[in-house]
């Protein structure tokens, strides 16, 4: 079955910089779309970053785009974000997945928590 692992959340003051991973299995990852998406306290899971299988094609939501960075290695199946000028609507559990018009295709991992607090 597919499964995805996400890592590297934690917390940093706004302004500041993390990154975080994933880890695909039980699927091609390398001719996968992938994306990252995010869920804050009380609202519904979003959209954040989708990168195409090859990494040519990228797309990011207008409130990130310009502060985070998507990539992978599809050597080691792993997605990663970047992100950078952090601020506390950033707060929230990231995910990955392969993205569709449902939202994610494939069961949901747990998660990785990002909070950006002072």
């Known amino acids: 079955q597919v499964q995805f692992v996400e890592s590297g959340g934690g917390l940093v003051q706004p302004g500041g910089s993390l990154s975080v991973s994933c880890v695909a299995s039980?699927?091609?990852?390398?001719?996968?779309?992938m994306g990252w998406f995010r869920q804050a306290p009380g609202k519904e899971r979003e959209f954040v970053a989708g990168?195409?299988?090859?990494?040519?094609?990228?797309k990011y939501s207008d409130s990130v785009r310009g502060r985070f960075t998507i990539s992978r290695d599809n050597a080691k199946n792993t997605a990663y974000l970047q992100m950078s000028s952090l601020k506390p609507d950033d707060t929230g559990v990231y995910f990955c997945?392969?993205?569709?018009?449902?939202?994610?295709?494939?069961?949901w991992g747990q998660g990785t928590q990002v909070t950006v607090s002072s």
């Open positions: 039980g699927l091609t990852f390398s001719v996968s779309t």
């Open positions: 997945n392969v993205p569709d018009r449902t939202g994610g295709r494939h069961p």
């Open positions: 990168i195409s299988s090859g990494g040519a094609t990228i």
